[in-house]
């Protein structure tokens, strides 16, 4: 009962920390972090990313441009790429230690101990993919929520919001963590039966002379 547990608790962990690593790497790249809608001109939405700032237009038409400098972004954005990247990294190294530790998987099936340190260190790379994502998608949604609501600002410039990717973010940070954390709690050790210690064995009785046991069998040395 016990190994069919951790079985289903390795595959549904792998499963959420892969779901959560594709999620993660999607949010990275996709330029879907912010939108814009023009109010004196409905027919562009303006989307940023970590990357480039795209315009869509009601035709279907769609024209990005890369952010210029890297020193001229703002904090949170130079601080997001970095902690995205690190976070898709590190998500990846989840993967290719977890996946030797699972049950399921023949690779050191006669280590034990390897398999479960392995299973562990692939666990907390997923937790900590998982806080790497968690962290600038947050960030830069609260300086979202701050800009939106900036009393300084007239009423008829526009206003960043929530983009696509924040939410898909803020899951993909879940999925990681959740992952990790039931890969970490799997791995713990079975407990073997250690074998009983073997008994010490009595001499074998001699049969007296009327064929039953003598438990004292007769000193053969001459007396002189």
Not at 73 to 100: D, F, I, T, Y
Not at 156 to 163: D, K
Not at 174 to 179: C, E, K, Q, V
Not at 197 to 206: H, K
Request: hydrophobic letters at 45%; proline letters at 7%.
């Amino acid at each position: 009962m016990a190994g069919s547990w951790r079985a289903r608790a390795q595959a549904g962990g792998m499963l959420l920390a892969l779901l959560g690593w594709v999620s993660s790497c999607v949010t990275t790249f996709v330029p879907l972090w912010k939108s814009l809608n023009l109010d004196l001109n409905e027919l562009e939405v303006w989307t940023m990313g970590l990357w480039q700032v795209c315009i869509a237009r009601e035709e279907g038409a769609v024209e990005c441009r890369a952010h210029g400098s890297f020193l001229a972004l703002p904090p949170e954005l130079r601080v997001s790429r970095l902690l995205m990247c690190l976070s898709n990294g590190l998500g990846l190294l989840g993967c290719l230690l977890a996946a030797p530790g699972l049950e399921g998987w023949r690779a050191c099936e006669d280590k034990p101990g390897l398999k479960r340190r392995l299973l562990l260190a692939g666990g907390a790379a997923f937790g900590t993919a998982g806080m790497a994502t968690l962290a600038p998608v947050s960030w830069v949604a609260y300086n979202t929520v701050l800009d939106f609501w900036d009393d300084t600002v007239p009423d008829i410039v526009p206003r960043w919001e929530f983009g696509e990717a924040t939410f898909l973010g803020w899951f993909a940070g879940a999925f990681l963590a959740a992952g990790g954390l039931l890969l970490a709690c799997s791995a713990r050790s079975t407990r073997t039966a250690t074998p009983p210690a073997p008994t010490c064995r009595r001499p074998p009785a001699t049969r007296g002379p009327a064929g039953g046991h003598n438990p004292h069998p007769k000193n053969t040395d001459l007396v002189i």
